[in-house]
Antibody, heavy 120, light 113 residues
Framework: QVQLQESGPGLVKPSQTLSLTCSVS??????????WSWIRQPAGKGLEWIGR???????NYNPSLKSRVTISVDTSKNQFSLKVTSVTAADTAVYYC????????????WGQGTLVIVSS | DIVMTQSPDSLAVSLGERATIKCKSS????????????LAWYQQKPGQPPKLLIY???TRESGVPDRFSGSGSGTDFTLTISSLQAEDVAVFYC?????????FGQGTKLEIK
């Protein structure tokens, strides 16, 4: 069973870059069939899919964030990462990493989430 | 983007009674080539990540109690809890994965009456 754990700074200043890492255990991030996603949830609000990366290094992003988001993978560390540039208070949220299996679709595994606050 | 709209926003049901949550998509999420509805349901308890309950609109995830069931096709879907238990109190979300960006409903908060 795949386990996911987010890590990164809990406080980011406006206009700076938010950087988070998701550590994967229980299977190799390079195993075929997995798609690795980031999803966020502002306090008291709903879920927003940010984007995904998959084995070939291909990425898909939500058009609403595409210009500011980069998702990358480090197979040697069994991790994947999220960067969001030029953050504002609207980027304050709990950020989850999650995985899809077989094809882009539903999210079978989730990390516990990490709260990122954008504030000076 | 496909817009997912859930109803109601909140719901209070007595223990042992049936709870029904609706989800409507702005366009069909039924893929005609495989006759599958690209619709999932999640349960989120306070301070926890969402938990997958149902996928392909009606397939229960392993380990999910059989009091949870999903139905519907095309643009209209329903999550039913046949006999509400205290541990079912949560916010429930539907999600379409028919096309990117994948989108979620706004959530339905389920409470005990």
């Amino acid at each position: 069973q795949v386990q996911l754990q987010e890590s990164g700074p809990g406080l980011v200043k406006p206009s700076q870059t938010l950087s988070l890492t998701c550590s994967v255990s229980g299977d190799s991030i390079s195993s075929g069939g997995y798609y690795w996603s980031w999803i966020r949830q502002p306090a008291g609000k709903g879920l927003e899919w940010i984007g995904r990366i998959y084995l070939s290094g291909g990425t898909n992003y939500n058009p609403s964030l595409k210009s500011r988001v980069t998702i990358s993978v480090d197979t040697s560390k069994n991790q994947f990462s999220l960067k969001v540039t030029s953050v504002t208070a609207a980027d304050t949220a709990v950020y989850y990493c999650a995985s899809e299996w077989g094809a882009p679709g539903f999210f079978s595994y989730w990390g516990q989430g990490t709260l990122v606050i954008v504030s000076s | 983007d496909i817009v997912m709209t859930q109803s109601p926003d909140s719901l209070a049901v007595s223990l042992g009674e049936r709870a029904t949550i609706k989800c409507k998509s702005s366009q069909s999420v039924l893929y005609s080539s495989n006759n599958k509805n690209y619709l999932a349901w999640y349960q989120q308890k306070p301070g926890q990540p969402p938990k997958l309950l149902i996928y392909w609109a009606s397939t229960r995830e392993s380990g999910v109690p059989d009091r949870f069931s999903g139905s519907g096709s095309g643009t209209d879907f329903t999550l039913t809890i046949s006999s509400l238990q205290a541990e079912d109190v949560a916010v429930f979300y539907c999600q379409q994965y028919y096309s990117d960006p994948s989108t979620f409903g706004q959530g339905t908060k389920l409470e005990i009456k």
